[in-house]
C-alpha cells in the first residue's frame, strides 16, 4: 500500500470521528485489528495459567530471599529456654 493512500484512508477516518466527537458522541470504542493475530502466551489466559504452573512445580520449597528466612526463625528470644533452666514466667 503507498503512502499516499495509506494517509488518505486514515485522514478519512480522522475526519469521520472528528465529526461524531463535534456531534457530542464518543467515538469507536476500541479499534479494530488490521490483520489477524494471534493471541500469544502472555495475552491468553489459560496458557499463562499452565506456564505459571510448570514454573512453580519445578522450583524447589525453598525459602527465596534471606529476609524470609531470618523472619522465619526470629521470636527465639521470647521463647523460655530450657537447656539454661530458664522457665517461662
Same mark, same amino acid.
Given at each position: 500500500m503507498? *503512502? $499516499?493512500s495509506k494517509n488518505a484512508r486514515k /485522514?478519512? #477516518?480522522a475526519k469521520e470521528i472528528t465529526a461524531l466527537h463535534l456531534k457530542g458522541e464518543k467515538g469507536p470504542a476500541r479499534t479494530m485489528p488490521n490483520h489477524g493475530k #494471534?493471541?500469544?502466551?502472555r495475552h491468553n489466559p489459560e496458557?499463562? #495459567? *499452565?506456564? %505459571?504452573e510448570a514454573i #512453580? %512445580?519445578?522450583q524447589p520449597e525453598t525459602e527465596k530471599t534471606a529476609g524470609k528466612k531470618i523472619l522465619a526463625k526470629a521470636g527465639g528470644a521470647s521463647k523460655p529456654q530450657s537447656k $539454661?533452666? /530458664?522457665t517461662a514466667v
Open positions: 503507498s *503512502r $499516499q /485522514l478519512a #477516518k #494471534k493471541w500469544t502466551y496458557v499463562a #495459567k *499452565r506456564i %505459571a #512453580k %512445580a519445578s $539454661q533452666g /530458664l
